[in-house]
């Protein structure tokens, strides 16, 4: 594991190998851990938003969605280039899943990313055992409902999609009250492709990458400044 800090950020870098250890754990453990995918977007949203910042400072894992996140943060290591832009992590965190035959819940933001989250993990694994999903835009009841509803499908890990600062708002609010080992936050605003596509990820546009770049370099001329 490396510490890592990117905009202002504190992350973590963990290999797949390494993190797969650390999912084993949160799966026994007697608490709610949280792993989270890292965007570029993410990162310069957090760069203005002290809250933002401190949400993602304090995930228990946290997965770098693109490789220019470790180019920004030093790492150059091939090998883990490559995990990160072929996404190996969410091929052996389901493939674990599958294996443990533990009960997954879908939680997103919207119907359509529903479908989308759907198809996406099957995609991966026919086989996960998902025993309950919900968008939050059709919850007509009290988020205290929703809690005990995936409570009683005895639910194990949840994944999600959820835009910030929804995201953020339902994790403060509920967290506590939850009964599942792990909840693993899939990337902000966009679709996890399904594996048969030769892109695993959809690609921020080039104005994003670019501009990400900047702010990165920006960030680190202001720090030899100081």
Same mark, same amino acid.
């Given at each position: 594991?490396?510490?890592?800090?990117?905009?202002?950020?504190?992350?973590?870098?963990?290999?797949?190998?390494?993190?797969?250890?650390?999912?084993?754990?949160?799966?026994?453990?007697?608490?709610?851990?949280?792993?989270?995918?890292?965007? &570029?977007?993410?990162?310069?949203? +957090?760069?203005?938003?002290?809250?933002?910042?401190? /949400?993602?400072?304090? !995930?228990?894992? &946290?997965? +770098?969605?693109?490789?220019? !996140?470790?180019?920004? +943060?030093?790492?150059?290591?091939?090998? *883990?280039?490559?995990?990160? @832009? #072929?996404?190996? /992590?969410?091929? @052996?965190?389901?493939?674990?899943?599958?294996?443990?035959? *533990?009960?997954?819940?879908?939680? &997103?933001?919207?119907?359509?990313?529903?479908?989308?989250?759907?198809?996406?993990? =099957?995609?991966?694994?026919? $086989?996960?055992?998902?025993?309950?999903? /919900?968008?939050?835009?059709?919850?007509? =009841?009290?988020?205290? %409902?929703?809690?005990?509803?995936?409570?009683?499908?005895?639910? @194990?890990?949840?994944? $999600? #999609?959820? $835009? $910030?600062?929804?995201?953020?708002? /339902?994790?403060?609010?509920?967290?506590?009250?939850?009964?599942?080992?792990? %909840?693993?936050?899939?990337?902000?605003?966009?679709?996890? +492709?399904?594996?048969?596509?030769?892109?695993? %990820? *959809?690609?921020?546009?080039?104005?994003?990458?670019?501009?990400?770049?900047?702010?990165?370099?920006?960030?680190?001329?202001?720090?030899?400044?100081?």
């Amino acid at each position: 594991m490396r510490q890592m800090q990117v905009l202002g950020v504190e992350l973590q870098d963990y290999t797949v190998r390494e993190a797969m250890r650390k999912a084993e754990v949160f799966l026994h453990d007697q608490k709610l851990n949280t792993i989270a995918y890292i965007t &570029t977007r993410g990162l310069m949203a +957090a760069e203005d938003s002290p809250e933002l910042k401190a /949400f993602l400072s304090n !995930i228990d894992l &946290t997965v +770098a969605a693109d490789s220019d !996140i470790l180019h920004a +943060a030093g790492i150059e290591n091939r090998n *883990r280039i490559k995990e990160v @832009e #072929n996404d190996e /992590f969410m091929e @052996e965190f389901l493939k674990k899943l599958v294996r443990g035959k *533990r009960s997954v819940y879908l939680l &997103t933001g919207t119907k359509e990313q529903l479908v989308a989250l759907e198809e996406c993990l =099957k995609s991966y694994q026919q $086989s996960l055992r998902i025993v309950g999903k /919900f968008s939050l835009d059709e919850l007509e =009841k009290e988020e205290d %409902w929703l809690i005990n509803e995936m409570n009683a499908q005895m639910t @194990e890990v949840v994944i $999600s #999609n959820i $835009s $910030s600062p929804q995201r953020e708002s /339902f994790f403060e609010n509920n967290h506590m009250k939850m009964n599942a080992r792990i %909840w693993l936050m899939l990337k902000d605003k966009v679709v996890h +492709a399904t594996r048969k596509k030769s892109v695993l %990820w *959809r690609l921020p546009d080039m104005v994003s990458k670019k501009l990400f770049r900047r702010k990165v370099v920006k960030y680190q001329n202001q720090e030899l400044d100081e």
